[in-house]
């Protein structure tokens, strides 16, 4: 990386994973309330996936370049910054612009490298624990006592929407998966149930809960799934969208939602402003990252890939077979690093 440069990942045209190349572009500075990230780790996830395929753009504002999710040094800060330094060791949601050597991100963004954690683990969180608590805790309401039905339970967002709900809700906790490696994994984490979707799982949903249903349902596949999940709800129960995999069109009973008092939602995090998900952020540090650095939740690595093999990255999401999260090694002699405590600064 020279001084003016820096390695990064350029998508050119849509497609499979061939249309994704490593070149050198212009290093970003910071505005007004970010900082740079001298990027270690990137989170590989499906957001990125969708947009290499065309089918989920970047906000005007946002970097065209992939990847939600990084964990880094401070780099540089930019005007009207507090509470960080050059040097921190940090990880964050980022607007994009993730795979690539440097990365801008507003500061509230950013969140301490959890004790004990190293950059590859780090960057393993953002994506999947600030969607997980957006959609299932703010969204979703999930109250102390509450079922709760995750589909697609060996996610990123899977598996810590199970853990938070476990932990945090005291919840019983359903989830669904699509082979007996993964449904062990969804228990092991403290899934009260696990149930293959690729039987007749709302069936199974009925039996596990005495015919009471759930509270709750966290799905990103919609389509023809969605009756199947409203009718699973109790009264007052919610349906929240963080995806549509099996189409953006459904046919739902709006009677049913009506006499029921049902509610359906759903949520794209990135085009939210960033105090928005400064307050995620914080909600976070405090009520999740204690329970990350002392072992009750747990972040579960599926493969670590280095920066120029990117491609084999994705071609992993694309056949679908990661349990947990795959994270790109930008900067391989540190990425297994776990940093100094936050008062302790890299020599620059």
């Given at each position: 990386?020279?001084?003016?440069?820096?390695?990064?990942?350029?998508?050119?045209?849509?497609?499979?994973?061939?249309?994704?190349?490593?070149?050198?572009?212009?290093?970003?500075?910071?505005?007004?309330?970010?900082?740079?990230?001298?990027?270690?780790?990137?989170?590989?996830?499906?957001?990125?996936?969708?947009?290499?395929?065309?089918?989920?753009?970047?906000?005007?504002?946002?970097?065209?370049?992939?990847?939600?999710?990084?964990?880094?040094?401070?780099?540089?800060?930019?005007?009207?910054?507090?509470?960080?330094?050059?040097?921190?060791?940090?990880?964050?949601?980022?607007?994009?612009?993730?795979?690539?050597?440097l990365c801008c991100v507003p500061a509230v963004q950013c969140m301490p490298v959890?004790?004990?954690?190293?950059?590859?683990?780090?960057?393993?969180?953002?994506?999947?624990?600030?969607?997980?608590?957006?959609?299932?805790?703010?969204?979703?309401?999930?109250?102390?006592?509450?079922?709760?039905?995750?589909?697609?339970?060996t996610s990123g967002v899977g598996m810590a929407g199970i853990q938070m709900a476990?932990?945090?809700?005291?919840?019983?906790?359903?989830?669904?998966?699509?082979?007996?490696?993964?449904?062990?994994?969804?228990?092991?984490?403290?899934?009260?149930?696990?149930?293959?979707?690729?039987?007749?799982?709302?069936?199974?949903?009925?039996?596990?809960?005495?015919?009471?249903?759930?509270?709750?349902?966290?799905?990103?596949?919609?389509?023809?799934?969605?009756?199947?999940?409203?009718?699973?709800?109790?009264?007052?129960?919610?349906?929240?969208?963080?995806?549509?995999?099996?189409?953006?069109?459904?046919?739902?009973?709006?009677?049913?939602?009506?006499?029921?008092?049902?509610?359906?939602?759903?949520?794209?995090?990135?085009?939210?402003?960033?105090?928005?998900?400064?307050?995620?952020?914080?909600?976070?540090?405090?009520?999740?990252?204690p329970l990350l650095e002392d072992g009750r939740i747990v972040t579960r690595i599926?493969?670590?890939?280095?920066?120029?093999?990117?491609?084999?990255?994705?071609?992993?999401?694309?056949?679908?077979?990661?349990?947990?999260?795959?994270?790109?090694?930008?900067?391989?002699?540190?990425?297994?690093?776990?940093?100094?405590?936050?008062?302790?600064?890299?020599?620059?």
């Amino acid at each position: 990386m020279t001084n003016k440069h820096m390695r990064l990942v350029e998508t050119r045209g849509t497609g499979g994973p061939e249309v994704l190349h490593i070149v050198e572009g212009p290093r970003p500075s910071p505005k007004r309330g970010e900082v740079s990230i001298r990027v270690v780790a990137a989170g590989v996830n499906r957001p990125d996936v969708q947009q290499r395929r065309g089918l989920y753009p970047p906000p005007p504002e946002a970097s065209p370049i992939l990847g939600l999710d990084v964990a880094g040094y401070v780099e540089e800060i930019g005007p009207d910054v507090q509470g960080l330094a050059v040097g921190d060791a940090v990880c964050a949601l980022v607007n994009g612009g993730g795979y690539a050597e440097l990365c801008c991100v507003p500061a509230v963004q950013c969140m301490p490298v959890p004790l004990g954690f190293s950059f590859i683990e780090a960057a393993s969180l953002p994506e999947a624990y600030f969607t997980a608590w957006n959609n299932l805790i703010w969204l979703g309401r999930l109250a102390e006592g509450e079922t709760v039905l995750i589909q697609g339970g060996t996610s990123g967002v899977g598996m810590a929407g199970i853990q938070m709900a476990r932990q945090l809700s005291k919840a019983t906790v359903l989830a669904t998966a699509g082979s007996d490696e993964k449904l062990q994994v969804c228990r092991d984490i403290g899934a009260h149930a696990a149930i293959s979707y690729k039987g007749p799982w709302d069936e199974e949903v009925r039996r596990c809960t005495d015919g009471a249903g759930v509270d709750v349902v966290l799905d990103a596949q919609a389509g023809d799934y969605t009756q199947r999940q409203l009718d699973l709800l109790k009264p007052d129960g919610r349906l929240v969208f963080i995806a549509s995999h099996q189409g953006p069109t459904a046919e739902v009973n709006i009677r049913a939602i009506v006499r029921r008092r049902l509610t359906l939602t759903g949520s794209t995090l990135r085009p939210r402003p960033s105090d928005y998900k400064g307050r995620i952020a914080s909600d976070l540090v405090e009520r999740v990252w204690p329970l990350l650095e002392d072992g009750r939740i747990v972040t579960r690595i599926h493969q670590v890939f280095a920066f120029d093999d990117v491609r084999s990255a994705h071609e992993v999401l694309d056949r679908n077979d990661q349990i947990g999260k795959v994270v790109l090694a930008v900067d391989t002699a540190q990425a297994e690093q776990r940093p100094r405590p936050q008062q302790e600064t890299i020599p620059q």
